[in-house]
């Protein structure tokens, strides 16, 4: 567990060519936290920040499902840390809901070949402590909350992170062995939203349908008044 760091995946991506294996890299404090499009993630105190490095040696849309294994990994740390499941959620791509709050995100980052294998940081961002304030994330986001202000439970960083690595080997053991059909499944039980209006926005399009599924490639599916779409990366809005 690293005092500080400027950010647990940019440590990753410094690190990456000189491990031997996969690894988590853990923080109590980051200086320059980053989240998914180009945002700054806050860091109070308390909070829980890793990266798990890992080194798939898959083609890249098989490498992208391990955001359904992170998410699942981190829906059971939570279900573990509280012994509840509660008003936890999966939120599309990769976000994990608590009471209708954003409690936890996933960033992942492709780094390329260092000495010839590709490799993936998974940095995962949990609000065990403190909630950054709503003014801090994008006008019509789900609001933050944090573990403790939702549930009264204490989860210290270090205490997290066990549960969290256990469950995340058990997902991509799973991945691993039966490919994405059981995540999927799994990951759809737990989806918010399903069969609901949402809309996803990229940079540049907005597109709002009825939240049929999740595909076998994991784009989010959408029925809209122009036909199904498929959608491969967006941000979602309820
Ligand atoms: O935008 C999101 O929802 C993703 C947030 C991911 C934040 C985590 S904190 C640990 C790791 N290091 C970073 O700089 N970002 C990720």
Redesign the pocket.
């Known amino acids: 567990m690293l005092a500080e760091v400027d950010?647990?995946?940019?440590e990753a991506a410094r690190l990456a060519g000189s491990l031997p294996g996969p690894e988590w890299i853990c923080?109590l404090r980051?200086t320059?936290?980053?989240?998914?499009?180009g945002?700054a993630?806050a860091?109070p105190q308390g909070n829980f920040?890793?990266?798990l490095l890992l080194m798939p040696r898959e083609a890249p849309q098989v490498v992208a499902l391990r955001s359904f294994v992170s998410a699942l990994a981190l829906y059971d740390a939570f279900a573990l840390a509280t012994g509840r499941i509660e008003g936890l959620a999966l939120k599309w791509p990769n976000?994990v809901l608590l009471n209708g709050g954003?409690v936890?995100?996933?960033?992942l980052e492709s780094l390329g070949p260092r000495r010839g294998v590709a490799h993936l940081a998974i940095?995962?961002?949990v609000n065990l402590a403190v909630a950054p304030g709503a003014g801090e994330v994008e006008p019509g986001a789900v609001p933050p909350v944090s573990l403790l202000s939702e549930t009264g439970v204490s989860v210290a960083p270090e205490a997290f992170l066990d549960l969290l690595a256990g469950a995340y080997a058990e997902h991509e053991a799973r991945f691993v062995t039966y490919g994405f059909a059981p995540l999927r499944e799994a990951w759809l039980a737990r989806a918010a939203r399903l069969g609901e209006v949402i809309t996803a926005r990229t940079g540049t399009t907005e597109t709002v349908g009825r939240f049929e599924t999740v595909d076998e490639a994991g784009n989010l599916i959408l029925a809209t008044r122009a036909g199904r779409q498929a959608i491969a990366a967006a941000d979602v809005f309820f």
């Open positions: 950010s647990t995946n940019a923080a980051q320059a936290g980053r989240g998914r499009r945002r993630w860091n920040s890793a990266t976000d954003k936890a995100g996933i960033l940095g995962f961002g």
